[in-house]
């Protein structure tokens, strides 16, 4: 167990595993057998990992506080992203404008002649 960021907040890892065999009890990957350990690291990126969360009141307010704060952040990137575009629209006009009146003065000078 191991004392997180907020405090009085702890996590607490185990990996359950359970298979022919029977149900065993890892505190880590490197606990468990190799062969085992691989069969679990592939399960990992996989439908069949779970993760639960236990909490009192105090962590629900924790892990809420938090979630609120990830989606404000995803909400103000997103609002970013329109300014983005539309600068980078401004510029790529500007070069076009530019580029075209750089072509416009190379003709001139040749006509002139």
């Not at 996989?46 to 979630?67: F, N």
């Not at 704060?69 to 600068?87: D, L, N, S, T, Y």
């Amino acid at each position: 167990m191991k004392e997180a960021g907020e405090p009085r907040t702890w996590h607490l890892s185990v990996v359950l595993t359970s298979t022919r065999e029977g149900t065993e009890v890892f505190d880590t990957l490197d606990d468990m057998p190799a062969v085992l350990r691989a069969r679990c690291v592939r399960a990992l990126d996989s439908k069949d990992c779970q993760t639960v969360v236990i909490a009192d009141e105090a962590g629900r307010d924790y892990l809420r506080r938090i979630i609120e704060e990830r989606e404000q952040a995803k909400q103000q990137e997103i609002a970013a992203k329109p300014v983005v575009k539309r600068a980078y629209s401004v510029r790529l006009a500007v070069e076009i404008a530019v580029c075209g009146a750089i072509g416009f003065a190379l003709w001139l000078l040749a006509t002139v002649r």
